[in-house]
């Protein structure tokens, strides 16, 4: 058996990115940058008005209130070419209107009496207000954003701002999803006796589109070594293989046996973390084979804690793992030490404060207080339980958490 924080290290230790493609801009939210990009261009490309207001000299204008001569108008998008504000003169601008030969400070329209033959200043102006410089966002040829950084829509703002249309991400991997188990009847079909609808595919797909992956979906392999092989021969083709169920100790549990004789070598079988303790790692050349067991609260926790990470390290991203927050708890847990245990609790907001309490019965086969959770709490290994009052490590687990009127 390996620790939690030892089958993170495994894992994360031996996940790759699988390549890199171009991409259309409006296409690269939540995708991760390939290559360091350094500026084309100065940003802004020239001086500007921060104001809607006044160009002037800075000279003409120390003491106020003073009068001056408006011999010139500048709208957004208009050239400055030929404008000059001459001494006791100013010419009218707009935000974003470049800066005309001269002007060392724009006053904004509300400190002046908005003349428009002549203009009043009422404030003291200072050199070189209001005004945004060529490269002072961005200097020519500096690196704006890094290789492993997310694409958010400030970035988007930036690149296009740039005129970058196309940008290098990361791919995407492809992941195959195997459920094992003789009583799995697929979604639409009616369960017989003894049999349940196969769900963990569909989480398991759901969770891996929302890790930014694309599932492959490669349906059920019977409790046999035929339908196995073949099913495991097909999960490997992908980028990445999730089998769920089949991997604890029961007569019918072949996959980490079967993935073995295809040529997968296993990194580690069972951690120290409840629910999810059967899991096992598996890598096939560069290949990650995740095993995970079967109970649908375990596939999706062991999902969280360990798929999603290394699904996320694949697409380039620096940081993998959820942030730990603190919460208080409002009523005591009981546990053994020896493994973390993931308890599925609801959170609240008080006095600047998260209070969590047990989502309610914490059995592996409970699927409801995975679906009420909002968080999870994370009790470590040595830990022997925890009173109410103490302070915990919880991880927001996707749900929106209603704030309470503060
Ligand atoms: P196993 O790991 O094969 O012993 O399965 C553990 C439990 O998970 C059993 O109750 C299974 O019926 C259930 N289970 C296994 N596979 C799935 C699946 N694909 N969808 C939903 N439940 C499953
Ligand atoms: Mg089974």
Partial sequence: MVSFEEARTIILNNVRTVGTE??????????????????????????????????VRW???????????????????????????????????????????????????EETDDGRQEVTLLEPVK?????????????????????????????????????????????????????TGDELVELGRTPGPGE???????????AVKEAGCIPRIIGIACDNRESHLEKLREGLKADVLITSAGVSAGDCDLVRDILEELGAKQMFWKVGIKPGGPTAFAMYGSTPVFSLPGNPVSTMIT????????????????????????????????KKPGKVQIVRVCLEREQGRWLAS?????????????????????????????????????????????????
């Fill in 303 to 334: 999902f969280d804690e360990f798929v999603r990470p290394a699904l996320l390290r694949m697409q380039g991203h620096q940081h993998v793992l959820r942030p730990l927050f603190k919460a208080v708890l409002r009523e005591g847990l009981k």
């Fill in 196 to 206: 349940i609808v196969n769900s963990n595919t569909l989480s398991l797909a759901a």
């Fill in 127 to 179: 050199k070189g207000q209001h005004i945004r410089f060529r490269g002072e966002d961005v200097a020519l040829g500096a690196i704006f954003v890094r290789s492993g950084t997310l694409i958010r829509p400030p970035e988007v703002n930036m690149l296009a701002g740039f005129g970058m249309a196309l940008v290098p991400v990361f791919l995407r991997p492809t992941v195959a999803i195997l459920s």
């Fill in 22 to 55: 171009r991409i259309h801009l409006l296409e690269a939210t939540g995708r991760v940058l390939a290559e360091d990009l350094a500026a084309p261009c100065d940003m802004p490309l020239w001086d500007n008005s921060a104001m809607d207001g006044y160009a």
């Fill in 358 to 406: 047990s989502a309610g019965n914490q059995q592996t086969a409970i699927l409801r207080t995975l679906v009420d959770a909002t968080a999870v709490a994370i009790l470590p290994a040595e830990s022997t339980g925890f009173a109410a009052g103490d302070e915990v490590d919880v991880h927001y687990y996707g749900n929106h958490i209603e704030m309470a009127p503060q």
């Fill in 59 to 109: 000279q003409d204008c120390i003491s106020t209130p003073c009068r001056l001569r408006v011999t010139g108008y500048l709208p957004a998008g208009a050239k400055a070419d030929g404008i000059t504000v001459d001494a006791g003169c100013a010419v009218r601008i707009m935000t974003g209107a470049p800066t005309p030969a001269g002007c060392d400070a724009v006053v904004p329209v």
